[in-house]
T-cell receptor, first 115, second 111 residues
Framework: GAVVSQHPSWVICKSGTSVKIECRSLDFQATTMFWYRQFPKQSLMLMATSNEGSKATYEQGVEKDKFLINHASLTLSTLTVTSAHPEDSSFYIC???????????FGPGTRLTVT | RKEVEQDPGPFNVPEGATVAFNCTYSNSASQSFFWYRQDCRKEPKLLMSVYSSGNEDGRFTAQLNRASQYISLLIRDSKLSDSATYLCVARLKAAGNKLTFGGGTRVLVKP
């Protein structure tokens, strides 16, 4: 089955620092990956769509200079939260689209706490 | 109005019983639908795609009603392990095939 890994699973950082989160598709190649954010008791909100070899497409209201996305290979996308603030504390989840399908498989998520 | 709406629940279900719940979507151009389950503090996991003719996967049955713009999920013979939040998801080609998630329906199966 489709396996997507995410690293780190949790991170605590100080306000003003940057944090990089990695998302890997382990057993398939994903030309498209997605980054979501989920606040407690809320549903997933799409932040951006990451396409291999091209710039990410950001959703309205998501600052592209704050949330840097790189999709350099067919199995790896990274999200860097720059100059993190306490309000960026959230559960960040990536997903990868299964080839020739619209099904998405999710990584285990990264819980970010900014102090 | 939210694009995908769900009753948040919780649905308290005796073990072995059947539970069903719906999800409504606002955009009639939505092209495909999925049910995901999400356990507390975990990632969503694909439960099943929803086909126009309806489909069944073991104890789970999904139905799509395009005329009324809703999707349903039925769980038969509920197990304690079915306790989770069930997320209804719609795909809209005009929106770049992004998936739009509902807020989820929480199901609690009790002994």
């Amino acid at each position: 089955g489709a396996v997507v890994s995410q690293h780190p699973s949790w991170v605590i950082c100080k306000s003003g620092t940057s944090v990089k989160i990695e998302c890997r598709s382990l057993d398939f190649q994903a030309t498209t990956m997605f980054w979501y954010r989920q606040f407690p008791k809320q549903s997933l909100m799409l932040m951006a769509t990451s396409n291999e070899g091209s710039k990410a497409t950001y959703e309205q209201g998501v600052e592209k200079d704050k949330f840097l996305i790189n999709h350099a290979s067919l199995t790896l996308s990274t999200l860097t939260v720059t100059s993190a603030h306490p309000e960026d504390s959230s559960f960040y989840i990536c997903s990868a689209r299964w080839p020739f399908s619209y099904e998405q498989y999710f990584g285990p998520g990264t819980r970010l706490t900014v102090t | 109005r939210k694009e995908v709406e769900q009753d948040p629940g919780p649905f308290n279900v005796p073990e072995g019983a059947t539970v069903a719940f719906n999800c409504t979507y606002s955009n009639s151009a939505s092209q495909s639908f999925f049910w995901y389950r999400q356990d507390c503090r975990k990632e969503p996991k694909l439960l099943m795609s929803v086909y126009s003719s309806g489909n069944e996967d073991g104890r789970f049955t999904a139905q799509l009603n395009r005329a009324s713009q809703y999707i349903s999920l039925l769980i038969r013979d509920s197990k304690l392990s079915d306790s989770a939040t069930y997320l209804c998801v719609a795909r809209l080609k005009a929106a770049g095939n992004k998936l739009t998630f509902g807020g989820g329906t929480r199901v609690l199966v009790k002994p």
